[in-house]
């Protein structure tokens, strides 16, 4: 029996609370059995942690409004039938401790109730379940900025990247088309110069929240760049389907107030490499841009091939650029400009001719920009001023040439650091008096720091070099704003100059043009002249220079020469 004084000195002296239930059968109302037990037992910890008397109600509350002891009868009697040992935790409000409750058969009929205080256990759990639930809104987090952009909360570049694969590989099982739209917003560079980044900013979330009203589970945005977005379009029929929706969304952007050039590309149409696709809209949107902007274009093959044949220019440059063959390659030719009222030659423009074996003579018009987009303008800029400078030392010495020698010099070039100090070298090289050299600019010099090349310019007119403003009316300058330049004379853009003989709209503003700047001070010159009426309607509005073909082509510097030797049979 459980009397055993051994097993009783043994329960007695654990640390943790023990009952010996003994059960006592009785009749229910029902009529049916149910057990009742008696304690037969319980140790020292249990009397020191409950007390002898009422010691079930003070472990009540296993379930809400449910008494313990209620319930550890139907365990204990759980155990009666099946033999098998319970353990269940829970937690006594009325105790305020959590228990792990064993029950089991001992000697006979007997059994054991041990509860084991498992407070620590419990706040270690709860500790490691704060933790994981830490953890998992970090994660969370994590990966909320991983396919987020922080500063408009639309999606990003990482998460288009993942649903382009998602969109085509369903694209391709159920042969559906998708449209991609990069869409750039325009003047960006202008309204951060002029309004602060902070505007610019302002103006990318505005934009990003436009976008958030339009998504669907068709139509996805996503910020790709500083102020680019990408605009997924799903189950399109046609790029002329994408192009209708394009508009649609420059429509919506343009009635608040917001801008932008984008380029379309169609899956699987244009291609199926995520890369190439992407490339594909650039090419759009940068020709969006190019025919006026706040447009929407499509890929054409067109593009592909323009792209191919920059590539190939770009290459030629570097490859000239490599093996220091400017000289063999590029062509140096002078075209002279004459005095209207005296018919005396002014000077020369130094221009530039290239001349590859595979591709043939080259425009300017189509490797200037490309020089000047991967900065090759900057060494190719002083080969021409250095030969430019030779040309005119020479002339100086063997033909007492007295005039001009107008020089092109592109925007990159004059932001270089040490343009001042090269180009002090070169006339201190040659010893060219610097009233005969003209450096010549075009208004695109002025989009960027402002300030900052006016300081250049400042210095260039401070050494005695005259300035000359060239296309002007075609792009970013107006009469007032020359007030601040320090020019010294304008040119007058040849498309005002080809349709001036009709003495119409474009002689009209000739006129006024030749007078404001003639009242300033500045010299003009007329590019583009080809006819004696063109001529004629100059000598009467009183432009005072003229260049073009009718008075001489880009010639050799040999052919310039000869009008030294000979100026009559010019």
Known sequence: MFST??????????????????????????????????????????????????????????????????????????????????????????????FKLIIDKIEDALFSVTFINVDDDKKFEERLAEQNRKLKDLSEKLEFNA??????????????????????????????????????????????????????????????????????????????????????????????????????????????????????????DDGTDFEKLLRYTDMAMLDSKKHGKNRVGIFQNVMQDRFMKKL??????????????????????????????TGKLRGFEALLRWHDESLGWISPEQFIPIAEETRLMVPLGEWVMEMALKSLREWIDDYGFDGIMSVNVSPVQLKKPTFIFDLSNFIEQYQIPTKNLEIEITEGVFIDNKEEILGTLSQVRAMGIGISLDDFGTGYSSLSYLQKLPITALKIDKSFISNIGNLGFEADITDTIVSLVSKMGLDTIAEGVENEEQLSVLRKIKC??????LKGKPMTKEDCENIFRNPQGR
Not at 23 to 35: D, E, I
Not at 312 to 339: H, T, V
Not at 544 to 549: A, I, N
């Open 5 to 98: 004084d051994g097993f009783r000195l043994v329960l007695e002296k654990l640390s943790s609370p023990i009952l010996v239930l003994e059960p006592l059968p009785q009749k229910a109302k029902s009529g049916a059995t149910r057990n009742d037990f008696s304690v037969v037992f319980m140790n020292e910890s249990f009397r020191r942690f409950f007390g002898e008397d009422n010691c079930f109600d003070k472990l009540s509350s296993y379930k809400e409004n449910e008494p313990l002891s209620s319930r550890l009868i139907e365990l204990v009697e759980t155990v009666m039938e099946t033999g098998i040992p319970i353990e269940k935790t829970f937690r006594s409000k009325i105790c305020g401790h959590w």
């Open 544 to 549: 005072r220079v003229v260049q073009g073909f």
């Open 312 to 341: 190939s220019i770009q290459n030629k440059l570097n490859d000239a650029y490599g093996k220091n063959a400017f000289q063999s390659d590029f062509r140096q030719y002078y075209q002279p400009q004459y005095d209207i009222a």
């Open 147 to 268: 396919f987020h952009d922080m500063m408009t909360g639309l999606l990003g570049r990482k998460k288009f990247e993942s649903d382009f694969l998602e969109w085509a590989s369903k694209a391709s099982s159920l042969g559906q088309k998708f449209g991609i739209m990069l869409a750039d917003l325009d003047d960006m560079k202008i309204i951060n110069d002029s309004r602060g980044h902070s505007a610019g900013d302002e103006l990318i979330v505005k934009a990003a929240e436009i976008l958030k009203k339009i998504e669907t589970e068709d139509m996805r945005a996503y910020r790709f760049g500083s102020d680019e977005f990408i605009i997924m379009m799903n189950k399109i029929e046609s790029h002329g389907t994408a192009l209708n929706m394009g508009n649609l969304i420059l429509e919506l952007f343009n009635e608040r107030g917001v801008e932008f050039s984008a380029g379309i590309a169609v899956y699987p």
